[in-house]
């Protein structure tokens, strides 16, 4: 094992700070090698240093390169603009890898083990909106421009291809709506189906499916799937689709990799309903934390942290709240240290 990793810690705003520290807990009993930059950002960075981004959290993602992050909350309508959507900017964190696998039997699907990747920095989401007003209706009319490029679609595609083969996947689904939009993700298609000749061939198979149909097909019969890969709105969708699956956003890990950093946090936002409370399911944000081991190369620990989420759940049946159990944070965090002591 190395004997430092400098990372960057970004508590967040609402239950944050207490699955944040239980990951970081359950990290120091696993032994990993993380030397944490505490850092602001969100509602904590406007109250603390006046913005939701401060440089300082820009300086040092841009020093460690990775970051652990808890949930940054976002004002609707106005207020400022999403600082998670401005660090995936900052860095280029194209690709959002978000697996999705069933850890608690029982529930509706059994045994789901789905991948999606999602592109992170292009088609609708790039903000170009606007309205035209007609007589006395400012919002008469709305406009959005998508744009998705060439080099933007190889690039996720490429990931996505290269994440099935490390990770030993046997299908690669192109979601796409090329029937419909012909150019806006038309291009991401082609330009999937062209890599896979020239270049991944054979490595696995291949499909192309229509988002409509692939939500259908994911509710009727998840497990024709293995990874899904899509643009940004899509993949949006998708990936709480495919969480559902599995028992819901304290369940769900993702992972923004780019060319210039790599931030790892738990899908779910801030709940504010239950922040403070400790109760908080810190799961999402502890696999989170395995996808870091795995990135940093250190696999056997997230194998380790795997194996004890899985026991703390399935043999101790200790389990927050929100997965029907009457379990604190602190108390699964316990009980999960203690299985990783064992192991
Ligand atoms: P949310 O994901 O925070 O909460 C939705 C529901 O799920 C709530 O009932 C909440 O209590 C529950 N929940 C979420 N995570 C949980 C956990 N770990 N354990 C137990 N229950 C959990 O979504 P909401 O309320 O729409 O958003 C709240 C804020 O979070 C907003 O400001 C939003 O912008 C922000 N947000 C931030 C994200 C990020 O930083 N990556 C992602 C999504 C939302």
Not at 292 to 309: D, N, Q, V
Request: proline share 4%; charged share 20%; hydrophobic share 45%.
């Amino acid at each position: 094992m190395p004997q430092t990793i400098e990372a960057t810690l970004i508590a967040g705003d609402g239950i944050g700070p207490e699955i944040v520290e239980a990951t970081v807990a359950v990290l120091d009993a696993l032994g990993a090698p993380f030397r944490w930059d505490r850092q602001v950002a969100g509602l904590e960075g406007v109250k603390l240093a006046g913005d939701p981004l401060p440089a300082a959290t820009l300086d040092s993602i841009k020093r460690t390169r990775l970051a652990l992050k808890g949930p940054l909350e976002t004002p609707s309508g106005g207020g400022y603009r999403s600082s998670n959507v401005r660090l995936r900017e900052a860095f280029k964190l194209y690709a959002n890898l978000r697996p999705a696998r069933t850890l608690i039997p029982g529930g509706r699907f059994e045994n789901i083990d789905l991948v999606v990747v999602r592109e992170n920095l292009e088609g609708l989401y790039i903000g170009h909106e606007h309205y035209i007003q007609i007589d006395d209706d400012p919002h008469a009319v709305a406009i959005a421009s998508g744009v998705n490029t060439r080099q933007g679609c190889k690039r996720l595609l490429e990931f996505a291809f290269e994440h099935a083969i490390a990770t030993g996947r046997k299908k690669v689904s192109i979601v796409h709506k090329a029937n419909i939009m012909k150019a806006l993700t038309g291009i991401f298609l082609e330009t999937g189906l062209d890599l896979y000749e020239r270049k991944y061939k054979g490595r696995f198979a291949i499909d192309t499916v229509i988002i409509d149909a692939c939500a259908m097909k994911l509710v009727q019969n998840p497990w024709q799937f293995d990874v899904l890969v899509t643009t940004n709105l899509f993949g949006d969708i998708l990936s709480d689709l495919v969480a559902g699956l599995v028992g819901g956003l304290g369940m769900t890990p993702g992972a923004n990799i780019g060319a210039n950093a790599s931030i790892f946090e738990a899908v779910h936002g801030s709940a504010p309903d239950i922040a403070g409370k400790g109760v908080a399911n810190p799961t999402a944000l502890l696999l989170a934390a395995a996808m870091m081991l795995e990135h940093c190369r250190l696999a056997p620990e997230a194998a380790r942290l795997r194996s004890a989420i899985d026991a703390t759940l399935n043999l101790d049946q200790v389990r927050t709240g929100d997965l029907g159990g009457k379990h604190t944070t602190a108390e699964y965090t316990r009980a999960l240290i203690e299985r990783i002591l064992r192991i």
